[in-house]
Nanobody
Framework: QVQLVESGGGLVQAGGSVRLSCAAS????????MGWFRQAPGKEREFVAA????????YYSNSVKGRFTISRDNAKNTVYLQMNSLKPEDTAVYYC?????????????????WGQGTQVTVSS
């Protein structure tokens, strides 16, 4: 059973930066694709970014492309989401997800394990 624990969320002003971390345990992290999703109040959970097991393939949603960067450190079993130039519309609970496949995916239902989420609030 894979366990994912997110950290790094909080309150930040518009234009600021936050780095989220997701620590994985209980599985073969370096064989999994990883993703970040977010869910704002009253909205569906949406794709943010994904990275393949080697880090060689990365996807971003159009809304965060150029502002967010996903990365991973397989030696530390951790995936990161660096978020810059934050906007109030980035306010959401951010979830880390693991896919028991090496290929990254934008599709929520293709991920097998989820973290509990971390709140990011961007004030205007």
């Amino acid at each position: 059973q894979v366990q994912l624990v997110e950290s790094g969320g909080g309150l930040v002003q518009a234009g600021g930066s936050v780095r989220l971390s997701c620590a994985a345990s209980g599985g073969t992290f370096n064989r999994y694709a990883m993703g970040w999703f977010r869910q704002a109040p009253g909205k569906e959970r949406e794709f943010v970014a994904a990275i393949s097991w080697t880090g060689g393939t990365i996807y971003y949603s159009n809304s965060v492309k150029g502002r967010f960067t996903i990365s991973r450190d397989n030696a530390k079993n951790t995936v990161y989401l660096q978020m810059n130039s934050l906007k109030p519309e980035d306010t959401a609970v951010y979830y880390c997800a693991a896919r028991v496949q090496p290929i990254a995916s934008l599709i929520r239902n293709e991920y097998n394990y989820w973290g509990q989420g971390t709140q990011v609030t961007v004030s205007s």
